[in-house]
C-alpha cells in the first residue's frame, strides 16, 4: 500500500507503551485518514519525545484536527513543520534540491529532519530520535528501495551524537511522480541529487547534537573493507574520551588511536597516518605510526587547529582502498545538563 500521508508528533516517542500505545497510533492513522478521505493504511505515524508514556489522544485527536485545516504549501508551512517536529534541536533542518535528469526531466527532491540527542541511527529503507522526511516528484518503483538504503548507509546511519540508537529512528521517502518522465531509480543524477541531501541533513544533525559546539567530521581511506572503515568512525565519534579532547581542543591523538584499535577494524600500526582540520589549518599528527611533532609550538599549531567550529580527522589505516566518512560532534558540560533535566 502507498502511502499519501504522515503524521508526526513531538514530546512523546509512544515507546514502551504496550499495546496502548501500538492501538494510539493505529488511532492516529485512523483520524488523519478520515480527515483526508483516505484508508488508514495510507498514513504513516512518526513520533519523537519521551519514552514509557501513554499518548494524551484528546490532546491528539485535536492536534490532527487542526494541522487537516491549516494543511498549506509555500516556506510558511515548511517552517511551520521543522518548528513542530523539534524536541531538543536547536535549529531547523530542511534541505531541498532541484535536478535535471538524463531524459531532461526536471525533479524536486526535499528533506527535513529532526535530532540532537539519542542519535546513533541505524535506519532502514523500509521503515530524542531521527525522524526524517523525504519528499519527490519523481516517478520512482519499488527498485529504487536498495539504493535508497545504500545512500541512507552512507549519510545519515553515519551519524552519532552520543552512540545511543533511538526507538523512534525513521525515515519515510513519499514519491508523486508529477514531474513525469522516466523512472529515477537508477538515474545517476538523481542519485548524486539524494546523497547531497542526505549528506547535508546528517551534518546538519550532528552539527546541532545536545550541547555541542564543534562539528566532528572524520574521513577514513586505506581500510581493507567500507565496513572497517565505518567500524573505525563510528568508535572514534563515539568516543567521550575524543569528544571531551575536541570540546578541549585538546590535542591528544593518542584517544583517538585508542578508538581505531578498539574498533576492531584492521590496520597497519607501521602505515597509519593522521592529519588534523580545521578552519584554514591542518597539521600532521601522525606518520608510519608515529608523532610528526613534540615540540611546545606544534602543540600550540594543533590546538588552534582545533578551536574551530567543525574539525576534521583524517585517518589512513594503510592496509586497503576503502574508505567512508562520519560525523559527530564534541561532548560538553551542557549535553550532560540537557539530559540530566531532559523528564523534568
Request: glycine share 8%; with cysteine; hydrophobic share 40%.
Amino acid at each position: 500500500e502507498k502511502l499519501s500521508a504522515v503524521i508526526i508528533n513531538s514530546g512523546n516517542a509512544n515507546a514502551l507503551t504496550g499495546r496502548r500505545g501500538y492501538e494510539d497510533a493505529q488511532t492516529m492513522q485512523k483520524l488523519v485518514a478520515a480527515e483526508l478521505n483516505l484508508e488508514p493504511s495510507q498514513v504513516g505515524v512518526m513520533s519523537t519525545g519521551l519514552i514509557g508514556r501513554f499518548m494524551d489522544m484528546p490532546k491528539i485527536t485535536f492536534g490532527i484536527s487542526k494541522a487537516v485545516k491549516a494543511l498549506n504549501v509555500g516556506r510558511d508551512a515548511d517552517n511551520l513543520i521543522c518548528e513542530a517536529i523539534m524536541t531538543t534541536d536547536t535549529i531547523k533542518k530542511e534541505c531541498a534540491v532541484r535536478v535535471r535528469l538524463e531524459d531532461g526531466t526536471l525533479v524536486n527532491v526535499s528533506m527535513i529532519s529532526k535530532g540532537s540527542g539519542m542519535i546513533s541511527p541505524h535506519m532502514k529503507a523500509l521503515h530524542g530520535t531521527t525522524l526524517s522526511l523525504i519528499t519527490t516528484d519523481a516517478v520512482l518503483t519499488p527498485a529504487f528501495y536498495k539504493h535508497f538504503q545504500e545512500i541512507l548507509d552512507d549519510s545519515m546511519n553515519m551519524v552519532s551524537v552520543d552512540g545511543d540508537q533511538s526507538t523512534n529512528d525513521t525515515c519515510i521517502m513519499m514519491a508523486n511522480g508529477l514531474a513525469g518522465g522516466k523512472p529515477a531509480d537508477e538515474d545517476p543524477n538523481f542519485l548524486d541529487a539524494m546523497r547531497i541531501l542526505t549528506t547535508k541533513i546528517a551534518r546538519t544533525i550532528a552539527m546541532d547534537g545536545e550541547g555541542a559546539t564543534k562539528l566532528i567530521t572524520v574521513e577514513v581511506k586505506g581500510a581493507e573493507t567500507k565496513e572497517d572503515a565505518k567500524k573505525v568512525i563510528k568508535t572514534i565519534i563515539n568516543s567521550p574520551l575524543v569528544k571531551s579532547a575536541i570540546f578541549g581542543s585538546d590535542p591528544n591523538y593518542g584517544r583517538v588511536m585508542m578508538a581505531v584499535g578498539n574498533s576492531g577494524a584492521k590496520f597497519s600500526l607501521n602505515d597509519v597516518h593522521l592529519t588534523i582540520k580545521g578552519g584554514d589549518m591542518m597539521v600532521d599528527i601522525l606518520d608510519s605510526g608515529a608523532p610528526v611533532f613534540q615540540d611546545e609550538t606544534s602543540v600550540e599549531a594543533v590546538r588552534m587547529t582545533m578551536d574551530n567550529k567543525e574539525v576534521i580527522l583524517q585517518l589512513d589505516l594503510g592496509v586497503g582502498n576503502a574508505s567512508a566518512t562520519g560525523w559527530g560532534c564534541d561532548l560538553t558540560y551542557d549535553y550532560v545538563r540537557i539530559n540530566a533535566e531532559y523528564a523534568t
